[in-house]
């Protein structure tokens, strides 16, 4: 038995996101997932839409409340952008929206819980995807940054820390290649325009909040950053063929947005990718030096499964790119899968492997792990038990196996500054509605209770000393 000790500013705490907690009372727009629902309910399991998921919108106090009883000093959410902006032309901000963001911010902070905020978490506005494309349209970008702006002088002053996007590669992957999210293309070379677009999005909502932060409209020690999810690649063998593989992968889904986002550079090998396929986006000089010179404060790593690849022996088949052009996927016949969770696989050395990525290659700039998270299906989690909790001591060992790892990184320098689990409460996630549970707490769907769990006891004694024994 060893005690695993950390920081004692460390940051323990949840990620969760406004469209899959709040509910759609007075929201001022429709997002895609409200317009992809209307269109193809049989698409999202059990026809279960975002509708009232949470309900957060209602009960934040009783919420906050129950983020304390697990300890949690933290809590990353995400403004709607659907919520906030009344029109999407001017500008004009939805009053409502505006006072239930600080009423529910200042709960947080009143209950000594920082809150972390993230501009984007998929949730594109129904009018300017159907209007304009989305990020397919630069004029979209100058909406993301007017509705940044917006954001950053209401609230931050109170805010310390922001975030631009959360996994910015998903809605590429999910919306023009892979057809998991809405607007279901297929084409390569929209996917990339739509990635460099976001990137710009990015970067010019960076410089937009340095320049309040240099006019003293924000809070002067307030920090902004990005969220990715960075996925090592791990090959079938030690075969030269493999290992260009997995640095194809690593290229296309990781490096892809961590350099130009963290290094401010995009790295020569993607670009030659990209010209080979003839698929490289519309840019200009001065979108280049935007992005170039857009620093940010700390970034945010989401790491759930590991991705396997071996060298393609099949011949590529689809009629538009993809990054599978370059790699097959892998399963490791001797791998350690989840049962609960559609067999993905568990790799806790992953983390240390993210970890001494962002230490060696990226400048060990601050970090934290802004999502890991452990699913069981309610089925498997089963009843509350005569104490009234749900045993899920099955997550509470895997995420001590992970933290472990974590813990040998830091040990050797990583630059990390706390970890944040997904999620807090049961939430809606997209397709998979409420098929996989990962909370804190359950959501009872029929009558909206929070029902406790066994593992949030231990992270309560986690986040008060800082320590855990394994």
């Known amino acids: 038995m060893t005690t695993y000790q950390f920081p004692k500013d460390f940051m323990w705490g949840a990620a969760a996101s406004g469209i899959q907690t709040e509910g759609s009372t007075n929201k001022a727009n429709p997002s895609i997932w409200d317009l992809w629902f209307q269109q193809s309910p049989e698409r999202f399991y059990r026809e279960i839409s975002s509708d009232v998921v949470c309900d957060t919108y209602h009960k934040y106090q009783d ?18 952008w659907t919520r906030l902006i009344k029109d999407f032309e ?8 505006v006072d239930f963001y600080h009423r529910y911010f200042d709960e947080m902070i009143e209950n000594g819980i920082e809150p972390m905020i993230n501009l984007y978490h998929f949730d594109m506005p129904a009018e300017l995807q159907e209007t304009y494309g989305g990020f397919e349209s630069k004029l979209v970008v100058e909406k993301f940054v007017q509705y940044a702006v917006k954001a950053f002088e209401l609230f931050g002053h109170k805010i310390k820390y922001w975030i631009t996007f959360n996994e910015p590669i998903v ?30 999005a990015h970067a010019q909502a960076v410089h937009a909040y340095k320049q309040l932060q240099a006019q003293n409209k924000v809070a002067a020690d307030g920090q902004i950053g990005v969220v990715l999810n960075l996925t090592p690649s791990y090959t079938r063998n030690d075969s030269e063929e493999d290992k260009k593989a997995a640095w194809y992968a690593d290229l296309l889904f990781n490096r892809s947005f961590l350099d130009p986002m963290v290094k401010n550079e995009f790295p020569a090998e993607l670009c030659d990718v990209l010209k080979a396929q003839n698929i490289l986006p519309e840019t200009s000089p001065e979108e280049i030096d935007e992005i170039c010179s857009a620093k940010v404060d700390f970034l945010g790593v989401n790491y759930y499964v590991p991705r396997r690849v071996k060298a393609r022996e099949a011949e590529y088949e689809l009629d538009y790119f993809t990054p599978e052009v370059y790699f097959e996927n892998y399963v490791n016949p001797e791998g350690r899968f989840n049962p609960f969770r559609d067999n993905n696989e568990i790799l806790p ?18 970090w934290y792990i802004a999502e890991i998270g452990i699913a069981m299906d309610e089925e498997s989690e089963g009843k509350a038990d005569e104490t009234g909790y749900i045993d899920d001591s099955f997550r509470t060992d895997l995420m001590k196996e992970h933290l472990v790892q974590l813990h040998r990184a830091m040990e050797e320098g990583s ?9 807090f409460i049961d939430n809606w996630s997209w397709l998979n509605s ?27 004694q986690l986040s008060e000393t800082g320590q855990f024994d394994y």
């Open 63 to 80: 919420d906050v409340r129950l983020m304390k009883q697990v300890g949690m000093n933290s809590f990353r959410t995400s403004i709607q």
């Open 90 to 97: 001017t500008g004009e901000v939805c009053p409502d929206a």
């Open 171 to 200: 809605p590429v992957e999910g919306g023009y290649l892979y057809d998991f999210h809405y607007p279901c293309k297929r084409d390569g070379k929209l996917a990339v325009q739509v990635g460099y677009n976001t990137i710009l």
């Open 349 to 366: 050395v992953a983390i240390y492997d993210i970890a001494k990525n962002v230490q060696d290659n990226y400048g060990n700039l601050p």
């Open 415 to 423: 630059n990390c500054f706390g970890v944040h689990q997904w999620t």
């Open 434 to 460: 409420f098929k996989r549970r990962y909370g804190f707490y359950r959501l009872d769907l029929e009558t909206g209770n929070r029902i406790p769990k066994k593992h949030g006891l231990w992270f309560k």
